[in-house]
């Protein structure tokens, strides 16, 4: 049986017909499928290119296929290839096929209406909350508000609809948007390490006099992470007598104005702004040099980048957001867009070196639960779930 994957992320195509990516979705991903699957069709955006950095990674491979959507970026794109969007998403799924969107996503919004006007059962991967992801300040756009309640009240539709349900965190989503009383539910990060991404011993006490190295991790493309917050918290801070600078991995629309804020609050030789890296060693390598990971982001489903930082002992501060109460304890999290409360926390951390001690043991404990072991089971028995709900289904048509 083919399972069709939908998702929001986009990819590049060289024209030899390989698929790019610089995100965790490269093929190692989608053979996770392919352990209850024979073949794997993934429905995302892509967009033709000469070439691509050695960097990237491939992400189509042996029985793992891509149904490209054309490319857009933002919802004015969309509205102007919207006939053509909708009829490549649509043309994307035949009977036989099992089905499983990761939400939330326009993709999804598109798909779900054809699934739900032929009786199709299809499953979902919650992994975002559109709500906090339309957050004020969250995104800079006119039709924000509309967004805000739009894409949550579509989510819950899916959600009710859904024959299956897997929410990456342990009860955050879950609450939010409900499944429906009959469906088979379950909760698994899609974040997996190996065992190559944890440090084998906490970081010891230290005290650096002063000068410490912050770390975020996060796209740029929009400002659901909070970096301008962030930024602003620094600025609040140095003045204190703590000699910071922060590294900013990720990239996208907003660098520049980023850039022009860290110049505006006079800040900008204590913020470098590494762009976007490759996923694995690159991105670990930066981690190890911080004292401190930040992630004072608006929305979240359960983050990645803090999972690997907590895996590599680093002491973190969050945001109460999404799947990160699951993740910190109540010390470590600020309200989302509180620059003064943000700024306040980074003084307390940094000034308790043994509480730091006991920010990385804990970190590195909890981050053990997302290894590729305790991971996988869960997983599987999802994946099962779906082909015998659509095997049963399409027996009955």
């Not at 939908?6 to 390989?18: I, M, N, V, Y």
Request: aromatic letters at 10%.
């Amino acid at each position: 049986m083919k399972v069709i994957v939908a998702l929001e992320h986009r990819f590049s195509k060289t024209p030899d017909g390989a698929v790019w990516t610089q995100s965790p979705f490269f093929y190692k991903f989608w053979q996770r499928y392919l352990e209850v699957f024979e073949q794997v069709s993934v429905v995302a955006r892509i967009r033709h290119v000469p070439s691509v950095s050695t960097q990237w990674r491939q992400a189509n491979g042996e029985r793992v296929a891509f149904t490209p959507v054309p490319y857009y970026v933002g919802p004015w794109q969309y509205l102007c290839r919207a006939r053509q969007i909708t009829q490549a998403i649509r043309q994307s799924v035949t009977p036989n096929d099992a089905v499983i969107m990761r939400v939330s996503s326009q993709i999804a919004d598109c798909l779900e209406p054809q699934l739900q006007h032929t009786r199709h059962p299809y499953a979902l991967e919650v992994v975002a909350d559109p709500y906090d992801a339309f957050a004020p300040g969250s995104i800079k756009h006119v039709l924000r508000p509309i967004f805000r309640w739009w894409f949550p009240r579509r989510l819950r539709q899916q959600c009710r609809r859904a024959y299956a349900i897997s929410y990456v965190t342990e009860f955050a989503l879950q609450q939010r948007y409900p499944p429906a009383s009959e469906a088979w539910t379950t909760h698994y990060s899609s974040v997996e390490l190996p065992q190559a991404a944890f440090v084998t011993e906490p970081r010891r006490s230290c005290t650096n006099y002063g000068d410490w190295s912050l770390i975020m991790v996060g796209t740029l493309a929009q400002l659901y992470k909070a970096p301008d917050i962030l930024i602003h918290a620094i600025a609040l801070c140095i003045p204190k007598g703590l000699n910071l600078r922060l590294t900013i991995v990720g990239d996208g629309q907003h660098q520049s104005d980023l850039e022009a804020l860290a110049a505006q609050l006079d800040i900008r030789d204590h913020v470098e702004f590494r762009g976007r890296l490759p996923a694995g060693e690159a991105i670990i390598r930066e981690l190890d040099q911080a004292d401190l990971f930040v992630l004072p982001s608006y929305q979240e489903g359960l983050p990645r980048a803090m999972i690997e930082a907590m895996a590599r002992g680093l002491p973190c501060i969050g945001s109460t957001v999404g799947g990160i109460p699951e993740l910190l304890p109540e010390g470590d999290r600020v309200p989302p867009g509180d620059v003064v409360a943000l700024a306040e926390k980074i003084q307390e951390v940094l000034g308790d070196p043994q509480r730091m001690t006991q920010m990385s043991e804990r970190n590195l404990s909890r981050a053990q639960n997302y290894s590729n072991t305790k991971l996988s089971q869960k997983r599987t028995e999802f994946y099962q779930t779906v082909r015998q709900i659509t095997t049963d289904w399409i027996a009955e048509q």
